[in-house]
């Protein structure tokens, strides 16, 4: 393949921290004594990514996502291996590699609070050398796209957080930069918001073909926008791949969602296959891949069922069942050294 | 379960906190206690200056002078250690929008407020403000006289509740003005006056000084007490502010309150 | 970013500079008139001077040194080590690297963006000042006041970078609000700020010649009352400058070298 977009090889990121015991006796002791430890936030990753790419970075927290991201952006220095963002050393900090990225982080902003949001695409047009042309067009495509209308001329301290949310992207792209970094995008905004910014999110990325490196905790997030996840787990990459292959792999089980017209005991739902939940109107019910559809045909015969639809595990459950999963290994991996 | 107890109780919490909350930041601890006896140093100089080229100023000698440094300095030091870290921190509560969970507990807001953090190794200069004294009472060749430390001890009292008062009624507007830390600061450059004896001021500054923003009652006042100058007049008026002030800060403090969670969303 | 590029940035980036402190109007005033120092002192030496005048200041030249001084300040305050002292402890440094801009730049047009506005508030005191005291103090040839012109720019950049290198070193220590203190403390008393250079006693005095203090305000503020010849004022203004280069070479090693640490510990 042509040249990669993002390339990282045996990333490793480590701190010195000083333990802080608790309690008074402890507390004045460390004012004489302290005791370093090496906290490994990410030991050894690498992976490629491809130009236009939609890639999420997915993992428990404190896993190490957060850190890579800086690492690719240049905020801080990786403690060994190499990076790489569209041929720059992010850590060189060139104009020209920062004039190609955009960081956004949900909860950390750019928008000047006491003024609004057109005064600091002003600005951003201003540090970046944007073209006045270009830079109307661009400031025109982001509030349609966005739907800000007359928000960008009001204060920033006077928005809701959703519309604060959307001119902090609109002021992260007026350079249209080519590789965007979103750091927990969603964070905190309701439902709806959430969808506006994941579709205009993703219309961007197609539009324009710029890279994309995600990290949330909102599966959803991850689901809408990312063809490919990348699973870091304690600063060690744990998966590479597409997420539904993924959740085949993790939970490689299907749920059967029935509507019955009458209460079932749950001793008949039981024998059909694992209950996850039962009530008045319905049962939800766990089901091995192979065996979909004997089960689906004997529900059908035997049970008064009003609907049937067959899906995939919720993906918050794969997840929290990986990172457990992980965690339990490590565990014993712990307990019999 | 008196109340008394309840908070002699809470007090302890608080106090015990603070400390570990200092003891964290191992590097501050030490270096707060000398930035404080830094700036007293350094804020002899001026002092040192003027009587080195005036023997006398508005009816003061030097050894006379160094008192009210001294009660100054002392006052300094209940402030930076006991009064500005908590009150400091309500502004940050308010900021950030988390004084409604101080609202929220089952005890006095302004006690918890006011209790919340203390730094006592900023008081390192309480043995500046006895040096102090010291060497003004070596200059003048004689010691405070019985009758005069007692009124002294009793304008401590005073003053250190007019500080507080008047460190309420600042913080208190806090609750109207958004941003703060300015009004902390202003606090602090007119808190600055009260370092030289209130006749060096002379006219309307004075009257402010004596009334107004009772500055005088603070460190003129004592000075004049140690030196059995005072007359009775300000000694009554040193109460009486006092009192009239802390009556005056409570009731701006609760409408400020009271304005606050009907206000707030 | 390079120097042309900067440049060509530089009018919008004063432009939003400006409005965001006309944004925060309320509390330049109250920053200003936190500035009560120079004026108690105003009144401190006047009753010193009541008498006979203390050195050659009567009280006419005391009212002009002081609110000469007041003037001064609001011309030449920074407050970037508050501000770096901030945004390592929040970590909103971060925001300010990852733009093509260099942050001393960005800190350098914040901080001067506030000047116009607190020319405004000095202006009134400026006219107080003239009536109260007549013009005669004020220098007398153009070259002076070049001179004194010059001087300004010099105080401010010594204070804006004095600043800087303090604040830059909370990229290391976290928070340097506790340095910045101390150099403020120091600053009071040697600076001519709170008494004028020229009554100190003979050794304090031979040290403040030296020390880059009394060029953040003594010097400007002695050449606007006249207080020095052409000769010496041009031999002063050459050890101010002389700081100025002391403190932009330390500047530069410090903010790199810190800059190098920030990124190896924490973003």
Request: hydrophobic share 50%; charged share 15%; with cysteine.
């Amino acid at each position: 393949m042509n040249e990669p977009m993002v390339s990282v090889r045996s990333l490793r990121k480590h701190y010195t921290v000083h333990k802080r015991p608790p309690g008074l006796k402890a507390a004045f002791a460390s004012l004489f004594r302290r005791v370093p430890t090496v906290v490994k936030a990410v030991d050894g990753i690498s992976f490629e990514i491809g130009p236009g790419e939609r890639v999420g970075f997915l993992g428990p927290n404190g896993a190490g996502k957060t850190t890579t991201l800086k690492v690719l952006s240049g905020l801080l220095y990786p403690s060994s291996g190499e990076v790489r963002v569209d041929r720059h050393l992010p850590q060189k900090r060139e104009d020209a590699f920062l004039k190609k990225i955009t960081l956004v982080m949900g909860q950390k902003q750019q928008l000047l609070w006491d003024l609004p949001p057109s005064e600091t695409f002003a600005l951003n047009r201003a540090i970046y050398e944007v073209p006045v042309p270009q830079f109307r067009q661009t400031v025109a495509e982001l509030t349609e796209l966005l739907e800000l209308g007359d928000l960008v001329s009001k204060p920033t301290r006077t928005l809701s957080l959703g519309e604060r949310m959307k001119c902090e992207l609109a002021a992260a792209l007026i350079h249209r930069p080519t590789v965007l970094f979103l750091d927990e995008p969603t964070i905190g905004l309701d439902v709806s918001m959430q969808v506006t910014i994941r579709s205009f999110i993703k219309a961007y990325n197609e539009r324009t073909g710029a890279t994309l490196i995600l990290t949330s905790h909102y599966m959803d997030d991850v689901a809408a926008l990312t063809q490919r996840v990348i699973v870091i787990d304690k600063g060690v990459l744990s998966y590479d791949g597409a997420l539904d292959e993924l959740a085949r792999r993790v939970r490689p089980e299907k749920r059967l969602v029935l509507q019955l017209d009458s209460p079932v005991d749950r001793a008949t739902l039981e024998a059909l296959g694992r209950v996850v939940s039962v009530d008045a109107a319905g049962a939800v019910l766990q089901v091995p891949q192979e065996s979909v559809a004997p089960v689906v045909s004997r529900a059908l015969a035997t049970l008064p069922v009003g609907d049937l639809t067959v899906e995939n595990a919720p993906l918050e459950e794969v997840m929290s069942e990986l990172f457990s999963r992980s965690r339990a290994e490590r565990a014993e991996v712990e307990d019999a050294a | 379960m008196s109340t008394l107890g309840r908070y002699w109780r809470l007090l302890r919490v608080q106090v015990r906190s603070s400390v570990l909350l200092g003891l964290q930041y191992r590097a501050d601890f030490a270096l707060d206690g000398l930035v404080s006896l830094f700036w007293t140093l350094t804020a002899v100089i001026p002092l040192f200056t003027v009587f080195h080229l005036r023997g006398t100023v508005a009816g003061w000698t030097f050894g006379e002078a160094l008192l009210v440094t001294g009660w100054f300095t002392l006052l300094e030091a209940i402030l930076e250690g006991a009064i500005n870290p908590s009150l400091t921190a309500v502004v940050e509560h308010i900021r950030k929008g988390t004084l409604d969970f101080v609202l929220l507990k089952p005890a006095d807001a302004q006690f918890l407020v006011s209790t919340a953090r203390f730094e006592p190794w900023r008081s390192t200069n309480v043995v500046t403000a006895l040096v102090l004294w010291g060497l003004g009472f070596v200059r003048l060749g004689h010691g405070p006289s019985l009758l005069g430390s007692l009124a002294a001890l009793l304008l401590l009292v005073t003053a250190t509740a007019l500080l507080y008062s008047l460190w309420i009624l600042t913080v208190s507007a806090a609750f109207y003005v958004v941003k703060i830390d300015n009004l902390t600061n202003l606090f602090n450059s007119i808190f600055d006056a009260a370092r030289w004896p209130v006749q060096v001021f002379r006219g309307l500054l004075r009257w402010i000084f004596t009334f107004l923003i009772p500055l005088a009652l603070m460190t003129t006042f004592p000075a004049e007490a140690m030196l059995g100058r005072l007359a009775p007049t300000a000694l009554a008026w040193s109460l009486v502010g006092a009192g009239v002030f802390a009556w005056l800060s409570r009731r701006v403090w609760l409408r400020s309150i009271a304005r606050y969670t009907s206000a707030s969303s | 970013m390079s120097a042309r590029s900067t440049f060509r940035a530089l009018p919008t980036l004063f432009r939003i500079g400006f409005a965001e402190m006309v944004a925060y109007r309320a509390e330049m005033l109250v920053w200003v008139l936190a500035t009560t120092m120079p004026l108690i002192m105003l009144a401190l030496w006047s009753t010193v001077a009541r008498d006979a005048p203390v050195g050659r200041f009567d009280q006419q030249d005391f009212v002009a040194y002081f609110l000469a001084t007041f003037i001064v300040r609001q011309l030449t305050g920074a407050w970037v080590a508050w501000q770096l002292s901030f945004e390592v402890r929040t970590g909103t440094l971060s925001m300010r690297l990852l733009r093509p801009l260099h942050p001393m730049v960005s800190y350098a047009v914040e901080n001067l963006a506030a000047i116009p506005l607190r020319l405004i508030i000095a202006l009134p005191v400026a006219v107080v000042a003239l009536l109260l005291v007549g013009s005669e103090r004020l220098p007398k040839s153009a070259l002076l006041w070049v001179v004194f012109l010059l001087s300004l720019l010099g105080s401010w950049l010594i204070t804006f970078l004095a600043n800087s290198a303090i604040g830059t070193l909370a990229l290391w220590t976290g928070s340097s609000i506790k340095v910045m203190d101390v150099w403020l403390a120091l600053f009071m008393v040697l600076s001519g700020y709170l008494i004028p250079v020229e009554l100190f006693p003979p050794v304090v005095r031979s040290a403040v010649e030296v020390l880059p203090f009394r060029y953040q305000i003594g010097f400007p503020v002695e050449v606007l009352t006249s207080a020095h010849d052409t000769r010496t004022a041009l031999i002063l203004l050459a050890r101010q400058w002389t700081w100025v280069a002391i403190s932009f070479f330390l500047v530069g090693v410090l903010w790199r070298r810190g800059l190098r640490r920030f990124a190896a510990y924490g973003g």
